[in-house]
């Protein structure tokens, strides 16, 4: 599959139609998805019938929009008019979405061609894409092996060449640690950059719409269409985007990067080799190494896991039967409904609705929720002093490597533990990418991640496209 530049280029200057671009990413899919399991639907009839129009306005010499012609797959938890959204759970199994989320309209507009929804974790609730009713996703580099979750099957659909680009969502690292599995570019702007209008709440303070793509310039290019102000979400950030694509070229001479004290201690020898030859790299680039110090760091995931599904249980609350979600008629009384009706949620969710409303009990509310709340503020702080001494930060994206599906059935921390550097960017708010740096001696890709502040995602794109480009 080439880039989205090469598509849309060729796309606007007739070279290609938007049709064979979007047959060849249909075949692909039909060829590789009964393997990887990376959608589980696609809308093969209207994207060829969009990749007409698209087509047609070019040859009366219409001015097509930065997206012309790219395939692009949804994650199921993003709301296209008409569509089924699912968020791969028997509770939302008809559910049919009846509007658009803002970050479709977005690619709609720009001319993209949505071919399909991808796979996830149940309501993005999952660090390996095992938790879906429609089956686990397998890594398209070792079919034995996970994606990463939650947003496995975008992350998957583009490693394996189905789409060059997939909308993801990322609440503690579910778009930077699939990138990571499987060798690809993601990327999760600033809290407020994108709208999550439309898009099925996990945990409100920490889900951030991001993208995957192959490359740095192609996510750039992205989060240029998607990023911006959006009045139907009172979170979403006024400040205007700035040309992504045009700063990525800069040189990093003088760039002041980051790398926090002690975050290599506990790394695999491969993964912990290659982020120091990274390191390097960003060092024969002219880049300045700088020790900085986010004490706080430390506690991100079990201060993520208290806040994120405290946040679920609430919610998740109105998938009752009776708002939302599943009804199972045979409910004598409000008890068994609810009983009933909430049964469909499958094991990973339960899970985290009853540490929510644990959390949340009065009796614990105070020394739970409101203790996480007050550590969460300590590691912003932490980032913010940091970022007071250097431009970015460079972290490992996971501390290991695509993990074999169903080896931490019975250890759920191993696999929760797997975001124990991305769930920091969204308990801080932060700007993070991840871009592959390598591969173990099995093989299996590595990924290196860039923090940077908020509303700068220019500095982790520039540094990210330079260290590509080094490699």
Same mark, same amino acid.
């Given at each position: 599959?080439?880039?989205?530049?090469?598509?849309?280029?060729?796309? +606007?200057?007739?070279?290609?139609?938007?049709?064979?671009?979007?047959?060849?990413?249909?075949?692909?899919?039909?060829?590789? *998805?009964? !393997?990887?399991?990376?959608?589980?639907?696609?809308?093969? =009839? =209207?994207?060829? /019938?969009?990749?007409?129009?698209?087509?047609?306005?070019? *040859?009366?010499?219409?001015?097509?929009?930065?997206?012309?012609?790219?395939?692009?797959?949804?994650?199921? *938890?993003?709301?296209? +008019?008409?569509?089924?959204?699912? %968020?791969?759970?028997?509770?939302?199994?008809?559910?049919?979405?009846?509007?658009?989320?803002?970050?479709?309209?977005?690619?709609?507009?720009?001319?993209?061609?949505?071919?399909?929804?991808?796979?996830?974790?149940?309501?993005?609730?999952?660090?390996?894409?095992?938790?879906?009713?429609?089956?686990?996703?397998? *890594?398209?580099?070792?079919?034995?092996?996970?994606?990463?979750?939650?947003?496995?099957?975008?992350?998957?659909?583009?490693?394996?060449?189905?789409?060059?680009? $997939?909308?993801?969502?990322?609440?503690?690292?579910?778009?930077? /640690?699939?990138?990571?599995?499987?060798?690809?570019?993601?990327?999760?702007?600033?809290?407020?950059?994108?709208?999550?209008?439309?898009?099925?709440?996990?945990?409100?303070?920490?889900? !951030?719409?991001?993208?995957?793509?192959?490359?740095?310039?192609?996510?750039?290019?992205?989060?240029?269409?998607? &990023?911006?102000?959006?009045? @139907?979400?009172?979170?979403?950030?006024?400040?205007?985007?700035?040309?992504?694509?045009?700063?990525?070229?800069?040189?990093?001479?003088?760039?002041?990067?980051?790398?926090?004290?002690?975050?290599?201690?506990?790394?695999?020898?491969?993964?912990?080799?290659?982020?120091?030859?990274? #390191?390097?790299?960003?060092?024969?680039?002219?880049?300045?190494?700088?020790?900085?110090?986010?004490?706080?760091?430390?506690?991100?995931?079990?201060?993520?896991?208290?806040?994120?599904?405290?946040?679920?249980?609430?919610?998740?609350?109105?998938?009752?039967?009776?708002?939302?979600?599943?009804?199972?008629?045979? $409910?004598?009384?409000?008890?068994?409904?609810? =009983?009933? @009706?909430?049964?469909?949620?499958?094991?990973?969710?339960?899970?985290?609705?009853?540490?929510?409303?644990?959390?949340?009990? #009065?009796?614990?509310?105070?020394? &739970?929720?409101?203790? #996480?709340?007050?550590?969460?503020?300590?590691?912003? !702080?932490?980032?913010?002093?940091?970022? =007071? /001494?250097?431009?970015?930060?460079?972290?490992?994206?996971?501390?290991?490597?695509?993990?074999?599906?169903?080896?931490?059935?019975?250890?759920?921390?191993?696999?929760?533990?797997?975001?124990?550097?991305? %769930? !920091?960017?969204?308990?801080?708010?932060?700007?993070?990418?991840?871009?592959?740096?390598?591969?173990?001696?099995?093989?299996?890709?590595?990924?290196?991640?860039?923090?940077?502040?908020?509303?700068?995602?220019?500095?982790?794109?520039?540094?990210?496209?330079?260290?590509?480009?080094?490699?």
């Amino acid at each position: 599959m080439k880039t989205i530049f090469d598509i849309t280029q060729s796309v +606007k200057d007739g070279s290609v139609t938007a049709r064979e671009v979007v047959l060849e990413s249909l075949r692909r899919i039909k060829e590789l *998805n009964p !393997q990887i399991n990376a959608f589980v639907e696609t809308w093969s =009839e =209207e994207a060829l /019938q969009r990749a007409d129009e698209i087509d047609a306005r070019r *040859n009366r010499g219409e001015k097509l929009g930065p997206l012309a012609g790219v395939p692009v797959g949804i994650k199921d *938890n993003i709301l296209y +008019k008409g569509h089924k959204a699912t %968020c791969c759970s028997k509770m939302l199994a008809n559910y049919v979405a009846p509007y658009s989320a803002s970050v479709v309209e977005k690619l709609l507009a720009a001319d993209a061609v949505i071919v399909g929804r991808t796979n996830m974790d149940e309501f993005a609730m999952g660090s390996s894409n095992q938790t879906s009713v429609y089956g686990p996703v397998h *890594n398209p580099v070792d079919f034995d092996r996970v994606p990463g979750g939650s947003s496995g099957g975008s992350a998957a659909a583009v490693a394996a060449g189905m789409v060059p680009l $997939a909308l993801g969502t990322d609440t503690g690292g579910s778009v930077r /640690q699939p990138a990571a599995f499987c060798g690809v570019v993601g990327i999760k702007p600033g809290y407020g950059r994108i709208s999550r209008y439309g898009v099925v709440a996990f945990s409100s303070s920490a889900d !951030q719409v991001g993208v995957l793509t192959n490359d740095v310039s192609s996510a750039a290019l992205a989060l240029e269409v998607l &990023c911006g102000r959006d009045e @139907n979400d009172s979170t979403s950030l006024e400040d205007a985007v700035p040309p992504f694509t045009d700063k990525i070229h800069q040189d990093i001479k003088g760039l002041k990067v980051g790398m926090p004290k002690g975050f290599l201690d506990d790394l695999g020898e491969e993964v912990k080799e290659k982020i120091l030859s990274a #390191a390097q790299t960003l060092q024969n680039l002219g880049a300045e190494i700088v020790e900085v110090d986010v004490p706080h760091a430390k506690y991100s995931a079990p201060c993520y896991y208290i806040i994120t599904s405290a946040e679920a249980s609430s919610n998740l609350a109105r998938f009752d039967g009776l708002r939302y979600g599943y009804n199972n008629p045979s $409910a004598t009384d409000l008890n068994a409904s609810y =009983e009933l @009706n909430r049964a469909p949620f499958g094991e990973e969710v339960k899970k985290r609705i009853i540490i929510g409303a644990t959390a949340l009990k #009065a009796e614990n509310y105070k020394e &739970c929720y409101l203790q #996480a709340a007050k550590v969460r503020e300590l590691i912003k !702080q932490d980032f913010a002093k940091a970022f =007071e /001494q250097v431009d970015v930060i460079l972290t490992p994206t996971s501390p290991t490597t695509a993990f074999r599906l169903g080896e931490h059935k019975d250890n759920p921390l191993a696999v929760y533990l797997a975001d124990l550097y991305t %769930c !920091q960017g969204n308990i801080g708010g932060l700007a993070g990418i991840s871009v592959p740096c390598g591969e173990d001696k099995l093989g299996l890709p590595i990924g290196l991640q860039f923090y940077g502040p908020i509303l700068q995602e220019e500095k982790i794109l520039n540094v990210a496209y330079q260290f590509e480009k080094a490699l």
